[in-house]
């Protein structure tokens, strides 16, 4: 009998990228049409993979930004005058022209923000549809949505959005916006334009009147025009708590609304009676999904004693399984860091790290030697105290407390400036429902972990920002 | 030899969440085996099959027959491994072991009275016995789901240990018969209790109840099996019986073991798929593989 060590390594099995169809540039999509930034400035965007040259996009300024404004406020006349059924056609336009290019879209995807394309095909650009067909099932039920309050579109919404979640994030502005009757100008962030400018195309293609949606692309300063454009009635926002609080502070004294939702150093919290090895792959998902570029990344991990060995023995077990390398691969469950500045920020935080002294555990995998890579990394036995386990790394890298009783894992979860989210895994429910009920995040989940839907509203406590998306709260934000 | 251990030493069994089981299996089902890695799954597959008839029905000639192809698989194609054990009754053992023992294939046989175990435990070790005198390489018993249901564990404990001790040589599979446990902790429990008392594999379903070895259960089984590692250092060995009868699912059971166990356990002494109709279409994908073109069913043969 054969008694021999199979070694079976998965053969590299990397997602087709001939269909795509990228243009060599992109102008600013404005008032349905593209026209190029009056600077002239084009910059590139790369694959995090290779550090390969995609696409030029355009660099817009505040001339252009102005531009996309007058546009807006010009297709809010129409838009928010006519009727809601109309609205909702052509959002529901949208989702089905999204549904139809997914194969695309979630290749650019992976292509232009280094996730897996097994995370772009089956979670980001399916969940992206959804946002827009849940919304626009609601553009003409506002009245049953909230009965006898009249309410009433903002006007012009400046929306400006984060790298981790590219085209998903644009359909979370997008969507509830439209169907609330408000037209919108988007900025995406500079290193993964292109599945919104790749939106800007269905948009076109859909119809809707020129000037609704109007997506401009830049670097910083070209969100700070937005922000500070008078005409600008409302500011959606998601990405670092930094950028929230100039926000609020050039925002001030205006009649702007906002709605912020930033960074977050959220816990995940394992009990002795858990399911334990479905909590490990919770963890997994918690911190290692989109290569931890998750603003509600489970990234402190509090494990009661009495199993802490156990599941740490089992989680870096699950660690040395996990395929990290090229995101068009079907089997990488880990892919690129999206950009070199994020991954020295990643990589200062590791340092940081094991000269704090904590106990270090990366997984042995071989990652490719070019493009920006980062294995799944630990901190086992941090304090409370530590920089790790209070600042937000937005990588892949976990850190790891101990806890003895209830009240204390409460306090030392809330014991962080941020709220957004937290897991508990238990198999007693009387306990999920203490610690959901004391525990100071937007979203708790209860054994399972970075689950999303387009109906449930998603949002933070304290420096975690303010106001709800998805779901009848994410309508609520766009009217008055 | 498998340590021994008395029931009260058997730890407690984690409970288990099936939501989070089904999302795992999820991942392992995405995963995308292609070109190399799919000819060496392919071939691993073959060779970890226990070719299989248990039917009222049979006959000398029918198991006959099946040990010829146990051996050959298919003719036109050289090089091709050969299965790892044919399992037939106890009354065809000697048979079998006269045909198929000289191709290093080895003679696993049912019993205690499979597939209900609805018998005394002197009948069960009876049926046993016979089936080790006349040379069975493997035994794969059932246990008694009724007493394990009625919360009776220390009972099936103490029968399975019983027949660990008449094999001998023998290794035993402990057949869970999950279809009938219903719950994934109930099949997580079962598994340790058989782990503990001395199973060397521990085997999912008899094939006649449904559902058999659905992804949820060998999962859920082999985690059993990596703790039991973890906390001895000692392998035990698994078996997903019934329903596995495509080779996209088996290769997917291969993800798993290697997954949730290691490498280690790819080898047909550690790891085997019960099936009938399986080597069919793992022979088939492989001449798919070489040649880019699906072969008529007619072309392999029917035993």
Known sequence: MSTKNNAWEYADSIENASHINLRKQYDLYIDGKWVKPSSNK??????????????????????????????????????????????????????????????????????????????????????????????????????????????????????????????????????????????????????????????????????????????????????????????????????????????????????????????????????????????????????????????????????????????????????????????????????????????????????????????????????????????????????????????????????????????????????????????????????????????????????????????????????????????????????? | MTAKYRFNEVPPSPSIDKVGVEERVARFQSRSIKTTAKMQGLKMALSMIDLTTLEGKDTEGKVKQMCFKAAHLHNGHPGLPVVAAVCVYPSMVGLAKSIVGKYGIKVASVSTAFPSGQAPLDVKIADTKYAVENGADEIDMVISRGKFLAGEHAFVFDEIAAIKELCGSARLKVILETGELTTLDNVRRASDIAIYAGADFIKTSTGKIQPAATLQVTYTMLQAIRDYYDETGKMVGMKPAGGISNAKLALHNLVMVKEVLGEEWLTNKWFRFGASSLANDVLMQILKTESGIYQSADYFTLD
């Open chain 1, 42 to 480: 084009y910059f590139s965007s790369s694959n995090p993979h290779d550090e390969k040259h995609i696409a030029d996009v355009s660099e817009a300024n505040e001339e252009d930004v102005d531009l996309a404004v007058q546009a807006a406020e010009k297709a809010y006349e129409l838009w928010s005058k006519i009727s809601a059924a109309e609205r909702g056609k052509y959002i529901f336009r949208i989702a089905r022209l999204m549904q139809e290019q997914a194969r695309e879209l979630a290749v650019i995807e992976s292509l232009d923000s280094g996730k897996p394309i097994r995370e772009a095909r089956d979670i980001d650009i399916p969940l992206a549809c959804n946002h827009f067909f849940y919304y626009a099932g609601w553009a003409d039920k506002l009245e049953y949505a909230f009965p006898n309050q009249h309410k009433k579109s903002l006007g012009v919404a400046g929306q400006i959005i984060p790298w981790n979640f590219p085209l998903l994030m644009a359909a979370w502005k997008i969507a509830p916006a439209l169907a609330t009757g408000n037209t919108v100008v988007l900025k995406p962030a500079e290193t993964t334009s292109l599945t919104a400018l790749k939106l800007a195309e269905i948009i076109e293609a859909s119809g809707i009147p020129p000037g609704v949606v109007n997506i401009v692309t830049g670097f910083g300063d070209t969100g700070a025009a937005i922000v500070a454009h008078p005409k600008v009635s409302k500011i959606a926002f998601t990405g670092s708590t930094a950028v929230g609080k100039l926000i609020q502070k050039t925002i001030a004294g205006s009649n702007k609304r906002a709605t912020l939702e930033l960074g977050g150093k959220s816990a995940n919290i394992i009990f002795g009676d858990a399911p334990i090895d479905q909590a490990v792959e919770g963890i997994i998902n918690g911190i290692f999904f989109n290569q931890g570029h998750v603003c509600c990344a489970g990234s402190r991990l509090f494990v009661e004693e009495s199993v802490a060995e156990k599941v740490i023995r089992k989680l870096k077990h699950r660690m040395q399984s996990l395929q990290v390398g090229n995101p068009l691969d079907k089997n990488t469950d880990v892919g690129a860091i999206n950009s070199k500045e994020q991954l020295k920020i990643i990589n200062r935080y590791i340092d940081i790290g094991i000269k704090e002294g904590s106990e270090f555990f990366q997984t042995d995998c071989a990652i490719p030697t070019e493009g920006y890579y980062c294995r799944p990394t630990l901190f086992i036995n941090v304090a409370q105290s530590s920089i790790l386990a209070q600042e937000e790394i937005f990588g892949p890298v976990l850190t790891i407390q101990t806890f003895r009783t209830v009240d204390e894992v409460i306090q030392k979860a809330n014991n962080s400036p941020y709220g957004l989210a937290a897991g508990v895994w238990t198999d007693k429910g009387s306990k999920i429902f203490n610690l959901t009920s004391k525990l100071k995040a937007g979203v708790v989940w209860a054994n399972t972990y970075n689950k999303f839907d387009p109906s449930s509203p998603f949002g933070g406590y304290k420096e975690s920002g303010f106001g709800r998306e998805g779901g009848l709260h994410g309508l609520g934000a766009y009217l008055k």
